[in-house]
């Protein structure tokens, strides 16, 4: 390899890396504005993210754990203290008998529906300070990162 090529390299490596710490520091922030959102209606960002995983489809608490980045242990007790709160109940699954489906009440859809409300209003007002095509690279940036690790 060239001297070049490998400076080069080190230069997309440390880039990559300054685009990696951003994303942790992006979470971070999204994590306390979520808790902000949701406190009103008594929940937090890890019961939002549960509730939001099964706002179209009942799943098991396996596959929320997998479609949110989440540990089982993280869901399981995120779906008990939903379940407490009457947001949630658990039913049978046709395709285990081992793994219930995690399902709405209409409690929680209310609940969801209000959060989404506040977030809707909440993302429209920061959305105005980007012009369409840097939020579309920057999806496309962290996809394209998610597919390579």
């Known amino acids: 390899m060239k001297t070049g090529q490998a400076l080069a390299l080190e230069c997309t490596g ?4 300054q685009l990696m710490l951003a994303t942790f520091q992006l979470h971070g922030q999204l994590v306390a504005a979520g808790d902000r959102l949701t406190k009103p209606l008594g929940l937090s960002s890890a019961l939002w993210k549960v509730l939001g995983a099964i706002d179209n489809e009942s799943q098991p608490m396996s596959h929320i754990a997998r479609k949110m980045g989440l540990t089982r242990q993280g869901v ?4 008990n203290a939903l379940k407490h709160k009457g947001f949630i109940e658990l039913q049978e699954n046709p395709n285990s008998k081992r793994a219930p489906l995690v399902v709405l009440t209409p409690e929680g859809r209310n609940v969801l529906d209000q959060i989404t409300q506040r977030h809707t209003q909440w993302v429209n007002r920061i959305a105005k300070e980007f012009q369409t095509t840097e939020l579309e690279s920057a999806t496309q940036t962290i996809k394209s990162l998610i597919n390579r690790l």
């Open 14 to 17: 440390v880039q990559l890396t």
């Open 76 to 79: 399981r007790r995120s779906v």
